[in-house]
Nanobody, 126 residues
Framework: EVQLVESGGGLVQAGGSLRLSCAAS????????IGWFRQAPGKEREGVSC????????DYADSVKGRFTISRDAAKNTVYLQMNSLKPEDTAVYFC???????????????????WGQGTQVTVSS
């Protein structure tokens, strides 16, 4: 059973930075992709960024390009989301999700991902 555990969320002022972590266990395929999604109150879940097991990065959200960076530590089975220049509109619950048997990230559609973490809250104050 795949388990994903997010951490690193919190309260930060606008312009600040946070680094989210997604620790994965139970992956059975060598080829996989892990994506970050976020969901703000009253809004649909939105794809942010994704990285595959061959370190191919796909940025889903134009609004975070140049500010958010996804990376992976294969030895730790952990994916990170470095978030800089945070804005109040980045406030959301951030989730990581995985899909296996792929070497490229799928599209930013939640049904394409199999397992999800519990989420971590990010709040950016103005």
């Amino acid at each position: 059973e795949v388990q994903l555990v997010e951490s690193g969320g919190g309260l930060v002022q606008a312009g600040g930075s946070l680094r989210l972590s997604c620790a994965a266990s139970g992956l059975t395929w060598d080829d996989y992709a892990i994506g970050w999604f976020r969901q703000a109150p009253g809004k649909e879940r939105e794809g942010v960024s994704c990285i595959s097991s061959i370190d191919r990065v796909t940025d889903y959200a134009d609004s975070v390009k140049g500010r958010f960076t996804i990376s992976r530590d294969a030895a730790k089975n952990t994916v990170y989301l470095q978030m800089n220049s945070l804005k109040p509109e980045d406030t959301a619950v951030y989730f990581c999700a995985e899909t296996q048997g792929v070497i490229h990230c799928p599209g930013p559609y939640p049904p394409l991902f199999s397992s999800w973490g519990q989420g971590t809250q990010v709040t950016v104050s103005s």
